[in-house]
């Protein structure tokens, strides 16, 4: 059989997990927001017949959004997560290897399914998920990632095709490579695009029967490697398993400026208390923390300051303890107050990289840390967290979740109605 992998999306994924649980969201334009209410992230397609771009300022839509009678929804990343759990679970009933791209879309391994039957799986693919998740999905397939990203792509912009297009049908893949255009190819950007269309590249088949030699030259390997994915030879590995994580961060807009260290200080620890939890949940660690803080360029008439330090600890470590006092250090060692006015921050975060799986660290001969007494505090810290929500128990450092009032703003946000219990929502006979 021949090697296919099929691409599935949730169509304007946010958005339709707003719909999932209020039926009256049907039909209607819907939009959400980035953090802090800033920027339109996702919009539904009766949003964007009004209009409205990816990426657009909400204060430059709100009154246009209150008279068309757009429904605006804050960033709920929690629920947004958790329907993407579920969809991931009902792919994995149909394909031996799942690979999870993003949040709202997957790789699926079809090269055990007959070529005849695929378009048709594909098809009981999409309604079983709208069935038991509620939401709506594209399926692209073709023998190698591009072209299964480029079959989605076809999919999406052409009702008649149901949701499904197959690339590994050498009909198929021969008539729809003509009259696509090569942006929208993955992995191509605006200067990718110039460089392409100054060769005479306008269609996707264009790029196909391109010598790679010259592409190369003008695109590095990645171009090289596109033509070739294009004529259906494979050149991007099917990763049923996630990359071990190299790095992570923290960082979050403030939904107000903040001027003194106290808040500053608590900003950070609750930011090590988060990094802590990724670390612990793929049993990593690290021997650094670099806290950065800066000021906002939108601020206009006040000077710009941006902070940011490296604090080494003595051994690797994913203890939220440990994290937070070296965290602590770096703004202490970093903070200025003795301007009048004081300093607006506008940002702030923690990152470290260069991660280790913790139990394979190297410990340090002077100033070891605890590890006996910190697991287990820290796994009772995660369980409570686990049953109870997020920011159920959390250092006194990093303050009391409702008292944050540098956090970020959510003022639109829909209940969390999956993983909040006082959030579930609630049947009226």
Known sequence: MTRAVALIDGNSFYCSCERVFDP??????????SNN???????????????IKMGTPYFQIREMCRSQGVRVFSSNYTLYGDMSRRTNEVYR???PRVEIYSIDESFLDLSDVREGERV???????????AWTGIPTCVGIGPTKTLAKLANHIAKSVPELGGVCDLTDDAASAYWLCRVHVGEVWGIGRASLAKLEAMGVDSVADLRDLDPRPVRKAMTVVG??????LRGLPCLPFEALPATRKGCAVTRSFS???TDRARLEEAVSAHCTRLGEKLRREG???????????????????PMRSISTTVRLPEASNDTLTLIKAARHGVARTWLDQRDPPWRYSKAGVITVDLVPLAMSQRALIGQLDRERSGPLMAAMDACNARFGRGAVVPARAGLVAKRDWSTKFEMRSPRYTTQVGELPVAVA
Do not use: N, Q
């Open 24 to 33: 009256k969201l049907d039909r209607v334009p819907v939009v959400v927001l």
């Open 37 to 51: 209410d800033g920027c339109a992230i996702a919009r539904t397609s009766e949003a964007k017949a009004l209009g």
């Open 93 to 95: 009933g149909f394909a």
């Open 120 to 130: 048709e799986l594909a098809r009981d693919l999409r309604a079983t998920v709208r």
């Open 224 to 229: 090289e490697r596109l033509i070739y994915e």
């Open 256 to 258: 107000s400026r903040i």
């Open 284 to 302: 990593l660690g690290t021997d650094h923390v670099t806290v950065f803080y800066h000021t906002s360029e939108h601020d206009r008439g006040e």
